[in-house]
Antibody, heavy 121, light 106 residues
């Protein structure tokens, strides 16, 4: 079955960088688009970034554009989120989520357990 | 930008009763709408996509309806495991979630 596991989170100071990883298994990773979605403590869900199956298309929420970069390594079945210039408002649980399609907008059919990122001095 | 609004924010329901949750989009999203259930400390779980199609393994007591701008998630007879927060999500354009409806025990 589909299995997603995020890693790389933790506590980081404002202005610093962090890279999240999402290891995938149980499906043909290279065939499907992927997303990052986050949830601030006690708040709702916020979509963060999208990458197509081959990495040729990438889209970002306005709140992270220019600071975050989504990427993938299909040979390693791993999704990444490079987060630079972190702010206190980036504090959240970050989820990786699968798309049922190779590209384009869609619902999120499988989710990882999430990884907490805390931005604090 | 499509804005998604859910109502009510909190719904108090007795076990065995029916729950009806609403989701409204600021412009038409056709049937590009999904519903998720989230319990504390867990990731969201896909319930409904395409406005009315149940995801794999979702019980038949969950049903979705609507198109365009108005959508409904119904839970026909609430079980103890159904008390949770429910989010709708439009994927017609840039993804947007509603703010969530908490279904609590009355």
């Amino acid at each position: 079955q589909v299995h997603l596991v995020e890693s790389g989170g933790g506590v980081v100071q404002p202005g610093r960088s962090l890279r999240l990883s999402c290891a995938a298994s149980g499906f043909t990773f290279s065939n499907y688009a992927m997303h990052w979605v986050r949830q601030a403590p006690g708040k709702g869900l916020e979509w963060v970034a999208f990458i197509s199956y081959d990495g040729s298309k990438k889209y970002y929420a306005d709140s992270v554009k220019g600071r975050f970069t989504i990427s993938r390594d299909n040979s390693k079945k791993t999704l990444y989120l490079q987060m630079n210039s972190l702010r206190a408002e980036d504090t959240a649980v970050y989820y990786c989520a699968t798309s049922p399609y190779s590209s384009g907008w869609s619902y999120f059919d499988y989710w990882g357990p999430g990884m907490l990122v805390t931005v604090s001095s | 930008e499509i804005v998604v609004t859910q109502s009510p924010a909190t719904l108090s329901v007795s076990p065995g009763e029916r729950a009806t949750l609403s989701c409204r989009a600021s412009q038409s999203v056709s049937t590009n709408l999904a519903w998720y259930q989230q319990k504390p400390g867990q990731p969201p779980r896909l319930l409904i996509y395409g406005a009315s199609t149940r995801a794999t393994g979702i019980p038949a007591r969950f049903s979705g309806s609507g198109s365009g701008t108005e959508f409904t998630l119904s839970i026909s007879s609430l079980q103890s495991e159904d008390f949770a927060v429910y989010y709708c999500h439009q994927y017609s354009g840039w993804p947007a979630f509603g703010q969530g409806t908490k279904v609590e025990i009355k």
